[in-house]
């Protein structure tokens, strides 16, 4: 089934004005969301409303937030969230390092007290347009195992750079600190199919490959997979992302970040913070270098590498390249959307009285 | 054989004094060398020395550098390291960011014209002792592959991120963007032995098991090994390395990164920027929280993780443990050496008219 992108838009944000969002956080977060259909990555779009609309449901979510800054100096920000969407408090965050850096070079911002803010990409790229190199991280609940742990401390935790470029399209490296994003482990569930050796532990810490493992007890790995092949590094990186996004800011952090949509962590005692957290930046490009030298210098790493003698049927990409071709053909030819997609889109057109509507 | 720490550091500073150094000079690039091989990454210590000593014979090195600020911001600055040290460029990068995060709240310093840096770790560490979180990378001559790329096109490009605690020691990442290390093939050659899967490909861009693959026209993996266990995030991680540290720097980039210690790159039409380039930053942790809450988060944090429920036989590390310790250990009780390192360090000695004797 495949929908329009723009209708699609239409829908989410009549669903997050229905719940209480007033028209420009609705258009925003809307924006972020179905950016990520997109973009392909179908896991954090549209497949998720109905869990934004369930944190509502369970009063995690504030769809009227105070977004306030708690303290700051020239180039950086603690905001708290109001327990707003992160779609919402994320480009806020984005919006402030941007102008910390116009004045102090850089700007970075630390944020506690929100939700799941979609596609890091999104808000990292934001920073582009000023000819600044855009940040952004976030923390999540916990799903993967640091080297050699049986338990589950470390979200999928992704980071994503944007960094601009002259005559060639942005470069944009946007990844989570695991081996695999869980959504490919969902697509095995479906196909009744093994995972590849290194994605997933069981749950006494054995490599396995069932596409089950964390139902089972078992983990996501960190990228690397295992110590040989540099898990360790992977469990860094992922760590540096959970202490940027949750100590440093004042939200939980390690096994505390909350679940994405879940009532379970509301419960006294288990917290150690505020919320979920993320950590955005932006850096001045001319606060370095004469602008126009860096962008002619990008244009010619990207040229460099994306003509690069390739394995042979491969070519090598930009990181950043394939979601950006896939943008612009999904916005022109539509969506694809799997059924159970359509059908919580659908329960929720019944709930709030909407038009829902496929190609 | 074994080495006694001052000792060995003692002859170290001796060596880059007869170079033309300055004692306060020598004494912090002899600093940077010895400590890597006390924290046990032996590739980047005292096994370089004879490296450095090329680098100054072929005309690359500067030993008296007028190390100077081209451009800065309230939190940022560009650093001509006027072909110096990379041992002692860097630290005096790490001060400057210091001294503009004191101010702004964060101070990130690009280096152009610079050398090799030693390990990242010992850079971000000093930010620590000021209540502030640091970072340092650098890119390196290009020995890694991109995904789906015959070509190296760049470094094993390191990153270190150091943040303080309260009781509990530093937490300090400090990895390659590569599956391993370059010294890891090298103990393998010497041994006779394979790689394990996910390691290096072959000049043809196949998966290999050859230690001696870069030698025979083949490439280190980025992290994550192949495409089907994420090394598009290990590439992608490598270039925002080397696009911080080579283009916002404006030193060469890519394929053009100088090699460590040979004369080649000087070759007229090479190079697109000065020198090799780094790039270091530190963030006040009172900028974001006051300083006593991050610091016992940070505790809580480190204590977590430290007593998470193991696989049988390990136990979960925090990074930068094992190097802690093995520093506490070979500083007490003196530093291994292998024999061709003896070698090169009693060649020294004698060029220099040194004494150089171990325990």
């Known amino acids: 089934m495949q929908a329009d992108f723009f209708q699609l838009k239409q829908f989410v944000i009549s669903v997050f004005t229905a719940i209480g969002c007033s028209d420009a956080d609705a258009e925003l977060a809307a924006d972020v969301l179905v950016s990520a259909d997109a973009r392909g990555i179908d896991s954090h779009g549209v ?33 708290d969230g109001d327990r707003g969407l992160g779609l919402v408090v994320a480009p806020k965050a984005m919006e402030i390092a941007c102008e910390k850096a116009a004045i102090a070079g ?60 002259k005559e060639e399209p942005a470069f944009l490296a946007d990844f989570a600190s695991t081996a695999v994003a869980y959504g490919k482990l969902e697509i095995l569930q479906r196909k009744g199919l093994d995972t590849p050796d290194g994605w997933v532990q069981d749950k006494d810490g054995n490599p396995c490959n069932d596409a089950f493992a964390i139902k089972n007890g078992g983990a996501l790995l960190p990228l690397g997979g295992d110590r040989e092949h540099g898990s360790h590094k992977g469990y860094g990186l992922g760590a540096v992302v959970d202490i940027l996004s949750g100590v440093l800011s004042g939200a939980n952090f390690g096994p505390w970040v909350p679940p994405f949509a879940t009532a379970g962590f509301m419960q006294a ?59 612009i053909e999904r916005k022109r030819d539509g969506i694809p959307l799997l059924e159970p ?16 509507k496929l190609d």
Not at 57 to 75: A, Y
Not at 302 to 322: H, M, N, T, W, Y
Not at 345 to 352: C, I, Q
């Open 47 to 79: 497949a998720r409303l109905a869990g934004y609309v369930r944190l509502f449901d369970h009063g995690r979510l504030n769809t009227k937030p105070n977004i306030k800054i708690l303290h700051e100096s020239p180039s950086t920000a603690l905001l």
């Open 269 to 327: 005692g288990e917290t150690v913070g505020n919320g979920t957290g993320h950590f955005l930046g932006a850096m001045r490009v001319d606060a370095f270098r004469p602008t126009d030298d860096f962008l002619q210098d990008m244009d010619t790493w990207i040229r460099r590498f994306r003509c690069a003698e390739a394995v042979e049927g491969k070519q090598v990409l930009i990181p950043g390249d394939p979601e950006r071709l896939l943008e």
């Open 341 to 356: 997609v359509v059908a919580d889109l659908s329960a929720l057109a019944t709930r709030f009285h909407l038009d829902f």
């Open 106 to 165: 850089t700007g970075w911002v630390a944020v506690q007290n929100s939700n799941h803010f979609g596609i890091a990409g999104y808000h990292a790229i934001k920073a582009v347009p000023q000819q600044m190199i855009g940040w952004a991280m976030t923390h999540a609940a916990p799903l993967v195992t640091p080297t050699f742990s049986k338990e589950k401390l470390l979200g999928t935790n992704p980071i994503a750079v944007a960094i601009p470029a």
